[in-house]
């Protein structure tokens, strides 16, 4: 069956980067697109990026445009963000899900929770 | 601020109906049928429930729908159960660059 599992969650301060991972089986994973979606304590769903199936097209949030960076290597059938320049308010539960239909997102991961505090 | 408009809060009783709604702007409900929406149970990631405004993915209940006017799509959920209490959110296609936006999401309370 489909699964997402993201990791590299953790507690880090304002100004330092991390490297979130999610990592996809059951499926063909080079033929779908792959989106972050975070969500604040309390708070809802916020879009964070995308990633075309090929790499090919990016794109962000304007809130992380300019820090986060979406990459993915489709040899380990693994998506990445990397999160430069943390602030407070990137302090959120980060989930990977997989595009459907219509831009849909079919399947999402459990989530790796990031904490940004001094 | 959430870019599509959802009410933070809806309720009703078992076996009833109720409707949340989820409005834009041609930029984005309005202007493609790239609306889905999704269920949140506390704790738990979220489920998609509804894409291409009305399409069901396998094992969802028929008893979610939804329908849409102009920049405002709706979602019906009839016989409203126990296990609907749920955060539920909307999300669209945008052509806006971020190309992807969701709605501030509703909490259904079953009375």
């Known amino acids: 069956q489909v699964q997402l599992v993201e990791s590299g969650g953790g507690v880090v301060q304002p100004g330092r980067s991390l490297r979130l991972s999610c990592a996809a089986s059951?499926?063909?994973?080079?033929?779908?697109?792959v989106h972050w979606v975070r969500q604040a304590p309390g708070k809802g769903l916020e879009w964070v990026a995308l990633?075309?199936?090929?790499?090919?097209?990016?794109n962000y949030a304007d809130s992380v445009k300019g820090r986060f960076t979406i990459s993915r290597d489709n040899s380990k059938n693994t998506v990445y963000v990397e999160m430069n320049s943390l602030r407070a308010e990137d302090t959120a539960l980060y989930y990977c899900?997989?595009?459907?239909?219509?831009?849909?997102?079919?399947?999402w991961g459990q989530g790796t929770l990031v904490t940004v505090s001094s | 601020q959430s870019a599509l408009t959802q009410p933070a809060s809806v309720s009703g009783s078992p076996g009833q109906s109720i409707t949340i709604s989820c409005t834009g702007t041609?930029?984005?409900?309005?202007?493609?049928?790239?609306v889905s929406w999704y269920q949140q149970r506390p704790g738990k990631a979220p489920k998609l429930m509804i894409y291409?405004?009305?399409n069901r993915p396998s094992g969802v209940s028929d008893r979610f729908s939804v329908s849409k006017s102009g920049n405002t799509a709706s979602l019906t959920i009839s016989g409203l159960q126990a296990e609907d209490e749920a955060d539920y959110y909307c999300?669209?296609?945008?052509?806006?660059?971020?190309?992807?936006?969701f709605g501030g999401g509703t909490r259904l309370t079953v009375l």
């Open positions: 041609s930029s984005d409900v309005g202007g493609y049928k790239y």
């Open positions: 999300s669209s296609y945008t052509s806006r660059s971020t190309n992807w936006v």
């Open positions: 990633i075309s199936h090929d790499g090919s097209k990016k």
């Open positions: 059951g499926f063909s994973f080079s033929g779908y697109a």
């Open positions: 291409d405004v009305s």
């Open positions: 899900a997989r595009e459907g239909s219509g831009w849909s997102l079919d399947h």
